[in-house]
């Protein structure tokens, strides 16, 4: 990939003129918004999607006071899993910098700031992140960065985004693909084809997404495959559970995974469609899926077009046995807990056949207005009412029949405390 020291020679100076103009532009849209005519309140469609790298990197320069801003040159250096440097050279008309700080970003919405040092031999200021002696950040994340500055007269400047870094490695060999949907990095320890199995997974759900969705995500997401243990734990801190093979967030757009016993056809078309569809959450209905629970699991369950086993028969079977729980009144299964089958991961299989049933005889359709009703903070049971047409008991009556249990939940009789020590589910997803 790219050397170890990527320096970037752009010195610009900055017109007053112009700052004054944008200004005085920025405050006349303002004030007409505001004004007399009773224009209606721009809806939530209306305004610039924030989620969108080219809205919220797009953000210009901005300037406070009377001074000239000179930004020489400035780089940025990765030293994973130690961090990131970045250096600049700056400097205002009006005198002296008295503080200068680095903010940076590996997602839309999302930021950390650095306060910086002047280094008297280079001339330059500096910022340092530590890396791993401070948080769990893994490779190949963006790093979208701006500088912000006030000089001894009190003036201020924030440059504009400078983006396209990534937080690099240059001691192990990883291979990088990209697509429309997805951006891929794989450990040269995995399989040549995983890249590409990758975008062709992603490939494949894409109009699902779109329809599930009502579009697609803002940022691209990006993949970070790894192919053994060392590597996944070199960006971890502490003893961590040996059990977590993942990490999705939407802070850094994205998930970590390393390889598990499913191989890599489980990681490509299953793992990475399943955490990509929890990226989805966070981004059309952040307060709608609560974590841990049947619902949130069972939705991005739904995504995976590799299963690690059949989860609907396996439903079925506890159906057919005539232990199927309740499932909207009340909280319903926890998404990890043991079904009464004494298996794992059962509010994922349970969840899983509730979207199931729903897209299946309702569409993608139904699965949208779902989502935008609990995005909007609504109660789940009543937008389930609302999108499919009929009281919540009719909802539940209606998939337990369509899974061959009887139209109403049996009384629960409390299972026996389980003696024998209980293995290991394959978790992590
Ligand atoms: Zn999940």
Redesign the pocket.
Known sequence: MQGNVRKLFLPFLLSLTLMITLLVSVGFEATAQSGATETPTSSPEDRPNRNDPAVFYGEPAVATGDAEWTLGERTFESFYPNGFTFTIEASSSAGAIESATVVWSHAPRNITRRAAEFDEESGRFVATWPGIAEASIPPWVAVNYQWRFTDEAGNTYVSEWFTGEEYYITDEEWSRYESEDIIVFVEGTLPEETGQMTLDAMAAQRETYRQAWGSLLSNKPRAILFGSRDSWNRWRRGTENPNVIGQTSSEWGGIAQVVSRGGIEDLTYGTVL?EVG?LYQNEFAPSGFPAGTWWI?GN?TFFELYQQYDYEQRVRDVAAAGQLPPLLDGSGPGATGRGPDGRGRFGYDVGYTFWKWIVMNYGLDAHRQIIEGVGRNRLRNEVLEEVLGMPIQEIESAWRVWLGASPTAPTLIPTPTIRIPPTVTPFG?
């Open positions: 399943h929890h699991e991005a997803q």
